[in-house]
């Protein structure tokens, strides 16, 4: 019966540190795409602040080619797609933290966990809010999709609380 738990504890490292590279993957991803969009933004307010001239130039090319948002309309946009971003890669983040920590062979039950899930729920929760306040509306079933899950998260983090709690317990008595 021992072995078997080895086994599957063995399994378990392997899969937590792959899973860590491949969101640490994703981090660099949505990091360097946050950077990139914020650079946009940054030139694209820039552009009609310093240059606006220019910027009226290009925006009636825009409007004859079929563009229909105003200026602040495409700023709000991109905010919101920034803040998309940001709440995948923070949410990236910390659950590369989590799995890298468990890739190292420590258990999952500690109280950084469980605070680490909650703040994944959180972003969770947060990326569906950006969605839905872009121009590109986010469905009320999409929404009510992630709303789920970042509870689910939540109650996940209770969970693993109580582990913690129980892991403590398990520690003194030794």
């Avoid at 899969?15 to 650079?39: E, K």
């Avoid at 925006?59 to 700023?75: D, H, M, P, R, Y």
Wanted: with cysteine.
């Amino acid at each position: 019966m021992k072995g078997a738990f080895s086994h599957e504890r063995k399994k378990l490292k392997k899969s937590a540190y792959f899973l860590s590279i491949l969101l640490n993957v994703g981090c660099i991803i949505f990091g360097i795409m946050s950077v990139l969009l914020l650079a946009g933004i940054m030139v694209f307010v820039c552009a009609q602040l310093f240059s606006p001239e220019i910027f009226q130039e290009t925006w009636e090319t825009a409007i004859k080619a079929g563009q229909t948002l105003s200026f602040g309309q495409c700023v709000f946009f991109f905010i919101c797609c920034l803040g998309e971003f940001i709440c995948i890669f923070l949410a990236f983040y910390y659950a590369k933290r989590i799995f890298g920590c468990i890739g190292k062979g420590n258990s999952p039950f500690t109280d950084t966990t469980a605070a680490q899930i909650r703040k994944i729920a959180l972003f969770v929760l947060l990326f569906a809010v950006f969605s839905v306040l872009s121009v590109f509306k986010m469905t009320f079933s999409s929404f009510f999709i992630c709303a789920v899950f970042a509870l689910i998260l939540y109650c996940i983090s209770l969970i693993f609380d109580y582990g913690c709690e129980l892991q403590q317990e398990i520690d003194e008595t030794l």
